[in-house]
């Protein structure tokens, strides 16, 4: 089973960029699908971006256009680079990973990170 540790959030004003990283050790990313879901305060965790084995790229409407999510198989880290950043986005980001071709439900997930907070202000 992989183990997966994210890194890289705090707060920033609304406009700004945020790269979180997520380290994986155990097993090698390129043979997950990756996914990164968040959960903001008294909501349930939802779907953000998800990378598949092959490569190809799935994400929630709400970010399109605004995130992106790239693999680094030498460092086996999975990057969520997040621009233009909104109050809205303010929440716990996780890293999760997949024995499934591709996956947009967290019960999909099997390993799952600690989490990050990203925290947007207006």
């Known amino acids: 089973q992989v183990q997966l540790v994210e890194s890289g959030g705090g707060l920033v004003q609304a406009g700004g960029s945020l790269r979180l990283s997520c380290a994986a050790s155990?097993?090698?990313?390129?043979?997950?699908?990756m996914g990164w879901f968040r959960q903001a305060p008294g909501k349930e965790r939802e779907f953000v971006i998800v990378?598949?084995?092959?490569?190809?790229?799935y994400y929630t409407d709400s970010v399109k256009g605004r995130f992106t999510i790239s693999r680094d198989n030498a460092k086996n880290t999975v990057y969520l680079q997040m621009n233009n950043l909104k109050p809205e986005d303010t929440a716990v980001y996780y890293c999760?990973?997949?024995?499934?071709?591709?996956?947009?439900?967290?019960?999909?997930?099997?390993?799952w990170g600690q989490g990050t907070q990203v925290t947007v202000s207006s």
């Open positions: 999760a990973a997949s024995s499934m071709a591709w996956s947009r439900r967290s019960a999909d997930f099997g390993s």
């Open positions: 155990g097993r090698t990313v390129s043979t997950y699908a």
């Open positions: 990378i598949t084995r092959s490569g190809s790229t």
